[in-house]
Nanobody
Framework: VQLQAYGGGLLQTVQTGGSLRLSCAAS???????LGWFRQAPGKDREFVAA???????KYYSGSVKGRFTITRDNSNTLYLQMNSLKPEDTAVYYC??????????????????WGQGTQVTVSS
């Protein structure tokens, strides 16, 4: 399994209220895999952003992004994170992650087996 996240970048800064879409190309992933997005700001722990359950495609969001971010996956198992109404506190390195099945602790980064390399999202005030 290999995950490749893209769509952000150190040279790309979005203004408050703007939008950005992240993508994650997931190779070796079956439709039964659960996929998620996490983020890590400087000096902070990695935190859950959103997840989509394998099989039924149920979606789960953290309270801080619910209503602003949308997670989707397509038939090729490319994972997306559409981020709208961005805030400075959304600034972080964003990671995509995968696990072979669903776990009730889907918000715990320790439950994911595979990780992408991370992509920087910077939101200016």
């Amino acid at each position: 399994v290999q995950l490749q996240a893209y769509g952000g970048g150190l040279l790309q800064t979005v203004q408050t209220g703007g939008s950005l879409r992240l993508s994650c190309a997931a190779s070796g992933v079956l439709s039964s895999y659960s996929l998620g997005w996490f983020r890590q700001a400087p000096g902070k722990d990695r935190e859950f952003v959103a997840a989509v359950r394998g099989g039924n495609n149920s979606k789960y969001y953290s309270g801080s992004v619910k209503g602003r971010f949308t997670i989707t996956r397509d038939n090729s198992n490319t994972l997306y994170l559409q981020m709208n109404s961005l805030k400075p506190e959304d600034t972080a390195v964003y990671y995509c992650a995968a696990r072979p099945n669903w776990h009730v602790w889907y918000y715990d980064p320790g439950q994911y087996n595979y990780w992408g390399q991370g992509t920087q999202v910077t939101v200016s005030s």
